[in-house]
């Protein structure tokens, strides 16, 4: 089992930014990936990123390339999205995930509980 807490979200206008954390604990996260999805009212849950334990490789969504970043600390467990030039639209619950890698929400078998995040005009 792998339990995962996120924290960081609140509210903040276009333009800001904020630093997402997620703390692992639970069992190894080698061999996993972790990723961040989000999820805004009305809509599926969307991924947003991911990245390998292991090797440090990522891959961001189109709509959020070069604003936003995942990173891993692996000597504390924890995994990062620092989100730069924010928009309303990235307005959205954001979920801290772990499982075997890709886009989809069904490949990821670990989840947080979600972090608001609010971008106000």
């Known amino acids: 089992q792998v339990q995962l807490v996120e924290s960081g979200g609140g509210s903040v206008q276009a333009g800001g930014s904020l630093r997402l954390s997620c703390a692992a604990s639970?069992?190894?996260?080698?061999?996993?990936?972790m990723a961040w999805f989000r999820q805004a009212p009305g809509k599926g849950r969307e991924f947003v990123a991911t990245?390998?334990?292991?090797?440090?490789?990522?891959w961001h969504d189109d709509a959020v390339k070069g604003r936003f970043t995942i990173s891993r600390d692996n000597a504390n467990n924890t995994v990062y999205l620092q989100m730069n030039s924010l928009k309303p639209e990235d307005t959205a619950v954001y979920y801290c995930?772990?499982?075997?890698?890709?886009?989809?929400?069904?490949?990821?078998?670990?989840w947080g509980q979600g972090t608001q995040v609010t971008v106000s005009s």
């Open positions: 639970g069992r190894t996260l080698s061999g996993y990936y």
């Open positions: 995930s772990a499982g075997v890698g890709g886009w989809y929400a069904s490949e990821y078998a670990y």
């Open positions: 990245i390998s334990w292991s090797s440090g490789a990522t």
